[in-house]
T-cell receptor
């Protein structure tokens, strides 16, 4: 099976712009989670989608949003970009919801976003 | 806030030595997982240990779990240069999601 893919791999944006990142999960996986990773904050959970519904949300600001399509592919959108949004954005897929059942998450390579 | 906190933050050892890293967490859990991340890449799942298990092995990896102390340790035996990476623990104690720790950066010198 193909692994989790994320596009684009690298992105440069300027403050105030918006960005959309895409994640294609492993075939058959219904859950997609998004994380933001920065050197100072570590790995921060953003949200999780399961069967096209947002099931869990972290403490990210309202500028961060996402959605999941019927084929389980997910997109994450960040509006009004700030310098602090520069990070590696990772998505991970799992068969079922990530927490509680011991589900293994399979991560994509990430999208590295630089905001200037 | 992070559910898990790894210790030490960074570790440098010689190839062939053992590496031990620890994870402490705050709330009750069902499972604890360990992941590895090579520089700037995605995370790779290493091993899962359930709350009713005390020790688990996978190849050169040995994980222990002490729920009374809310802590886990990951031991990598006979380390190799290819083990150089960051290691994260992840717990499911914060609702229905995984929460990752801050990570331990391991450097294995050839």
């Amino acid at each position: 099976k193909a692994g989790v893919t994320q596009t684009p791999r690298y992105l440069i944006k300027t403050r105030g712009q918006q960005v959309t990142l895409s994640c294609s999960p492993i075939s058959g996986h219904r859950s997609v989670s998004w994380y933001q990773q920065t050197p100072g904050q570590g790995l921060q959970f953003l949200f999780e989608y399961f069967s096209e519904t947002q099931r869990n949300k972290g403490n990210s600001p309202g500028r961060f949003s996402g959605r999941q399509f019927s084929n389980s592919r997910s997109e994450m959108n960040v509006s009004t970009l700030e310098l602090g949004d520069s990070a590696l954005y990772l998505c991970a897929s799992s068969l079922e919801l990530a927490g509680g059942l011991g589900e293994t998450q399979y991560f994509g390579p990430g999208t590295r976003l630089l905001v200037l | 806030s992070q559910q898990g906190e790894e210790d030490p933050q960074a570790l440098s050892i010689q190839e062939g030595e053992n590496a031990t890293m620890n994870c402490s967490y705050k709330t009750s859990i069902n499972n604890l997982q360990w992941y590895r991340q090579n520089s700037g890449r995605g995370l790779v799942h290493l091993i899962l240990i359930r709350s009713n298990e005390r020790e688990k092995h996978s190849g050169r990896l040995r994980v222990t779990l002490d729920t009374s102390k809310k802590s886990s340790s990951l031991l990598i035996t006979a380390s190799r240069a290819a083990d150089t990476a960051s290691y994260f623990c992840a717990t499911d104690g914060s609702g229905d999601k995984l929460t990752f720790g801050t990570g331990t950066r391991l450097a294995v010198r050839p």
